[in-house]
């Protein structure tokens, strides 16, 4: 196999004249959906898949794919067949009739009333007290 | 804590050993970089070959405290016969099966080398031993996965991973070529020595083979591949020396 990459000619690899059959069953890996776990206790996010023939050997690659430049507390692997999924086609499920925005957290406004307490009690907000923390570090 | 003249040498001499392993089979590993088998693994590969690099610079910098040069100048203008790495990790990548094999042998050997210089009475390599438990730990991980997973796929896989190991397990057993510092390291609980090293080795890689369906040449065959820990060194070194030293020799004062 002739490339313009040194290493490749260095690795004398033979000429493949089977490239144009199809693959025997183990050779198609599967792909697995990984979520990542920034801190012991808190949920676990999707970021994205590995390719693995085994869950073993899913969990070796996605350490080194999704956990190696951030805090991580622990993975999860799940086979994306194991996976169900609703349909794109049925989007409209979602959608609520604008009469029914009080479905809708967003509609809730209450952070006023709450701000107006804390103010009225001397109560710090914590968000803001986080802040100041970090501020002083 | 302060060494007499023959400590001092006998502790640079163990250094020299680990970081010269660390760093050859951390050039030779990344070799497979953009070569990998799939991307995943390319990725996890060279992320391990990195770390080892990583791991011996740090011990050249011990060195460098003890009155070596500083790390660079260590790894890339030393000559061959300066080098103290085990013949194991001189040897060319192979196949894939071959570079598996070495770093499942080899990560073993560093996993148990750590461990014990983890109660070393010589600070700076039992603060170091502790710092890089983690990064071993994955390493061992990754290849004894692969073992188990390769050695048990499929009868092509099986009989490779047997005959790879065959192949390399004379290779392997060099990197526990005794030391003429034994004796004094011992002494100053340092380190515990080649012997006691191999026999952590064994207990450990045995009951993984074991698992894996791959067993361990007999050891009436045993003939370990010993020179390397005195300078002595296949042709596969100086090679990779002049690949690997070569941008840093255009211009050794470059700032990077």
Same mark, same amino acid.
């Given at each position: 196999?002739?490339?313009?990459?040194?290493?490749?000619?260095?690795?004398?690899?033979?000429?493949?004249?089977?490239?144009?059959?199809?693959?025997?069953?183990?050779?198609?890996?599967?792909?697995?959906?990984?979520?990542?776990?920034?801190?012991?206790?808190?949920?676990?996010?999707?970021?994205?898949? #590995?390719?693995?023939? !085994?869950?073993?050997? $899913?969990?070796?690659?996605?350490?080194?794919?999704?956990? +190696?430049?951030? %805090?991580?507390?622990?993975?999860?692997?799940?086979?994306?067949?194991?996976?169900?999924?609703?349909?794109?086609?049925?989007?409209?499920?979602?959608?609520? #009739?604008?009469?029914? !925005?009080?479905?809708? $957290?967003?509609?809730?406004?209450?952070?006023?009333?709450? +701000?107006?307490? %804390?103010?009225?009690?001397?109560?710090?907000?914590?968000?803001?007290?986080?802040?100041?923390?970090?501020?002083?570090? | 804590?302060?060494?007499?003249?023959?400590?001092?040498?006998?502790?640079?001499?163990?250094?020299?050993?680990?970081?010269?392993?660390?760093?050859?089979?951390?050039?030779?590993?990344?070799?497979?970089?953009?070569?990998?088998?799939?991307?995943?693994?390319?990725?996890?590969?060279?992320?391990?070959?990195?770390?080892?690099?990583?791991?011996?610079?740090?011990?050249?910098?011990?060195?460098?405290?003890?009155?070596?040069?500083?790390?660079?100048?260590?790894?890339?203008?030393?000559?061959?016969?300066?080098?103290?790495?085990?013949?194991?990790?001189?040897?060319?990548?192979?196949?894939?099966?071959?570079?598996?094999?070495?770093?499942?042998?080899?990560?073993?050997?560093?996993?148990?080398?750590?461990?014990?210089?983890?109660?070393?009475?010589?600070?700076?390599?039992?603060?170091?031993?502790?710092?890089?438990?983690?990064?071993?730990?994955?390493?061992?991980?990754?290849?004894?996965?692969?073992?188990?997973?390769?050695?048990?796929?499929?009868?092509?896989?099986?009989?490779?991973?047997?005959?790879?190991?065959?192949?390399?397990?004379?290779?392997?057993?060099?990197?526990?070529?005794?030391?003429?510092?034994?004796?004094?390291?011992?002494?100053?609980?340092?380190?515990?020595?080649?012997?006691?090293?191999?026999?952590?080795?064994?207990?450990?890689?045995?009951?993984?083979?074991?698992?894996?369906?791959?067993?361990?040449?007999?050891?009436?065959?045993?003939?370990?591949?010993?020179?390397?820990?005195?300078?002595?060194?296949?042709?596969?070194?100086?090679?990779?020396?002049?690949?690997?030293?070569?941008?840093?020799?255009?211009?050794?004062?470059?700032?990077?």
């Amino acid at each position: 196999m002739k490339s313009h990459d040194p290493r490749i000619n260095r690795l004398k690899l033979p000429e493949n004249d089977k490239i144009n059959e199809i693959l025997h069953e183990p050779e198609n890996w599967e792909t697995y959906e990984v979520f990542h776990q920034k801190k012991r206790g808190e949920q676990h996010i999707h970021v994205g898949i #590995v390719h693995a023939p !085994t869950p073993e050997l $899913a969990l070796i690659l996605a350490k080194e794919q999704y956990a +190696r430049r951030r %805090q991580t507390a622990n993975l999860w692997v799940v086979k994306s067949s194991n996976v169900f999924a609703t349909a794109y086609d049925d989007t409209d499920i979602f959608e609520n #009739v604008p009469e029914k !925005t009080y479905r809708e $957290a967003s509609d809730y406004y209450c952070m006023d009333k709450i +701000r107006k307490y %804390q103010q009225e009690h001397g109560i710090e907000d914590r968000k803001e007290q986080r802040r100041k923390s970090k501020e002083k570090k | 804590m302060n060494y007499n003249k023959q400590q001092a040498a006998a502790i640079k001499d163990l250094l020299y050993k680990i970081a010269d392993d660390q760093l050859i089979i951390g050039h030779r590993n990344s070799e497979w970089t953009g070569l990998g088998p799939i991307l995943e693994e390319d990725i996890a590969f060279s992320s391990i070959a990195q770390d080892k690099i990583g791991q011996s610079q740090h011990i050249y910098g011990i060195l460098h405290t003890l009155g070596e040069k500083d790390p660079d100048t260590i790894a890339f203008t030393r000559g061959v016969k300066e080098f103290k790495c085990c013949h194991f990790v001189e040897y060319p990548i192979g196949e894939y099966d071959f570079s598996l094999m070495r770093n499942f042998l080899f990560n073993h050997a560093e996993a148990a080398r750590f461990d014990m210089l983890s109660g070393s009475s010589f600070e700076p390599i039992q603060k170091l031993a502790k710092k890089y438990r983690g990064e071993i730990k994955y390493h061992t991980m990754h290849s004894d996965t692969w073992i188990k997973q390769l050695a048990r796929a499929t009868d092509e896989s099986h009989n490779r991973m047997q005959k790879v190991l065959n192949d390399s397990f004379n290779l392997a057993l060099g990197i526990f070529e005794e030391s003429e510092h034994y004796g004094v390291l011992h002494e100053m609980k340092v380190f515990e020595g080649e012997n006691s090293l191999k026999s952590k080795w064994l207990e450990t890689i045995i009951p993984i083979f074991e698992s894996a369906l791959l067993k361990i040449p007999g050891q009436d065959s045993w003939k370990p591949s010993l020179g390397g820990r005195k300078g002595l060194h296949t042709g596969y070194l100086p090679a990779l020396l002049d690949e690997m030293c070569e941008v840093f020799k255009i211009d050794p004062k470059a700032e990077w």
